[in-house]
């Protein structure tokens, strides 16, 4: 059981958008598909989904070739895309309807799927609103909506979080936590990397159409050897000095306004073995500790080291 | 029923469902019902011809320009909000969605020609014509007329599917629509006998099945 990506390939007139993208999918997968616009994420949404047939390479589940299995993966996916529209005239509840019947489903099934639908993205209150008289946010949920409807077993999220309220964003990213059921895969792609952080269980890092890192988010942190982050606040001002903390795995101490320092442990430093070190330094120096926290670098970091962009 | 099926139905009575709402279907079923009605009070001598027989060549012209730009329109309109999206990730064929709407437009208009048709009919049996002989001599061009609006809509399909701008399909389909549409004229024009209606319907149901293969042809190349 697995999705497998083999040397995807695909070049729009001269553009090249998908070089030779390979990776492979375990069930449960949560899949943080990461890039700047334009670096091939929605190409490849599309090519899984049959939007786009024309590529070279392959895709395959569960070892078949989606080309020859058409109507079975139309079955298994629900796709939210990232700026498809709707037919204005239909309400929201007829949209579902319509989807839900495409999808092969009928009867009382269809309305109780449609009805849970539309309680889950809290889309209720305007059942019988026309589409054309939603706002972003509401037309979000119900790509949301439709997708969901026949509980497919891939979900294929291209920038779901795209145009949402900070509440609305909230009220998704849980939505997605309690969609990885383990069983389920789930692929999502965003530019903003601090959307990944808690939601994947993997990262696939997209630049100029070519897979530059696949791996768990550790993984990714513990590879390019970014070092942790102790955050040290004083409650009297006290000032830090670097040489404390000579003979220590610290890097680098960075002060961050009167009472609040940084401490850049060296990369591959685990920070349980240092923290009983870094609190005997501060304590030998009387130093008035308010608080001690351990930063993680982000995927951010790891990002700006792969690509180079923060140079 | 199997899937194709069963989806190709639900596509065409959910097309109709959007056709019946769209302001350009309302306008037709008022509209040219209204304008027969019309026509009668400002010329009530049409040369001899009885208003049915008018009004059933006159619904071909009218009614398949502005199907034509509707279809074009529409189409146009969708591709580039990419609405297609969502259907086309579920057991759908691509050329599905232009067959439903294709024939979800066509019912609408024969819905509205006969309308029109029936307004002239009752006009003209208030003033004492015969209706027996009315509906035989306004056969042949209702006939003629609902076979040009089936390749005006044809024509408006194809633009929609072959043009990236909305402006550019409404404006060929309202030139060309109308203007391919009288090729099912032509036999009748040319030729005598029984042949030159059978040869202009043949016309009607050929050309719009070869414009729809070709439709459904470029858009299955298209990148949505």
Redesign the interface.
């Known amino acids: 059981m697995s999705i497998s990506f083999n040397a995807l390939s695909k070049a729009y007139g001269k553009i090249q958008a998908l070089r030779e993208v390979t990776f492979t999918l375990e069930p449960g997968d949560v899949l943080g598909y990461i890039g700047p616009n334009g670096a091939g994420k929605s190409t490849t949404m599309r090519i899984l989904t049959g939007l786009i047939r024309d590529y070279q390479g392959s895709v395959s589940i569960d070892g078949r070739n989606i080309e020859t299995m058409r109507d079975e993966l139309h079955r298994r996916i629900g796709f939210v895309p990232q700026e498809a529209g709707f037919q204005e005239w239909r309400t929201v509840s007829h949209a579902l309807r319509t989807f839900g019947q495409l999808s092969g489903l009928s009867g009382q099934d269809l309305e109780r799927r449609i009805g849970a639908a539309l309680q889950r993205l809290d889309l209720k209150d305007v059942a019988t609103r026309r589409i054309a008289l939603l706002s972003g946010g509401m037309r979000q949920r119900l790509r949301f909506a439709q997708a969901l409807l026949h509980d497919p077993d891939i979900l294929i999220l291209d920038e779901p979080l795209n145009g949402l309220d900070p509440a609305s964003r909230f009220q998704m990213k849980k939505l997605i936590q309690e969609l990885a059921d383990g069983k389920r895969y789930i692929i999502f792609s965003s530019h903003i990397l601090g959307e990944m952080e808690d939601l994947a269980t993997r990262i696939a890092i997209l630049h100029q159409g070519t897979i530059k890192r696949f791996g768990t988010p550790e993984g990714l942190r513990a590879e390019f050897g970014l070092g942790s982050v102790i955050e040290i606040e004083s409650s009297r001002r006290d000032s830090l000095q670097a040489d404390w903390f000579a003979g220590l795995p610290v890097e680098r101490c960075q002060a961050q306004g009167r009472n609040r320092y940084l401490l850049h442990l060296t990369g591959g430093t685990p920070v349980e073995t240092c923290m009983p070190a870094v609190m005997g330094v501060l304590a030998r120096h009387d130093f008035a500790l308010s608080s001690l926290r351990h930063l993680q670098p982000s995927l951010e970091d790891v990002y700006l080291a792969l690509t180079g962009e923060g140079a | 029923m199997n ?1 194709m099926w069963r ?1 190709l139905a ?2 065409y009575l ?1 097309e109709l469902r ?1 056709f019946g ?2 302001r350009v279907m309302l306008v037709l079923w008022i509209g040219l019902p209204l304008v027969t009605a019309l026509f009668r009070l400002l010329q009530p001598n049409l040369e001899g011809m009885p208003l049915t027989t008018f009004t059933a060549l006159m619904t071909g012209s009218i009614g398949g320009t502005l199907s034509a730009v509707l279809m074009a329109t529409t189409i146009t309109g ?1 591709r580039l ?3 297609y ?8 064929r691509r050329g599905w969605l232009l067959v439903a709407k294709y024939l979800a437009a066509l019912t609408g208009l024969f819905v509205a020609a006969f309308l029109a048709v029936a307004v002239g009919l009752a006009v003209d049996a208030f003033n004492g014509l015969p209706a027996l002989s009315l509906i035989e001599a306004a056969l042949v061009p209702l006939l003629l007329s609902l076979s040009a609006m089936a390749v005006a809509t044809a024509v408006g399909l194809l633009f929609g599917v072959l043009f990236n701008s909305v402006a550019a399909a409404a404006i060929l389909s309202v030139y060309l629509g109308n203007q391919l549409s009288a090729i099912v004229l032509l036999p009748m024009v040319f030729l005598t006998g029984a042949w030159p209606l059978v040869i202009a319907l043949g016309t009607g149901l050929l050309v719009p099945v070869g414009l729809l293969l070709a439709s459904a042809a470029i858009f299955q ?1 298209k ?2």
Do not use: A, Q, W, Y
Request: proline share 4%.
């Open positions: 899937t989806n639900i596509l959910d959007g709402r769209s969708e909000s990419k609405v999206d969502l259907f086309l990730v579920r057991p759908i190349r990148t949505l």
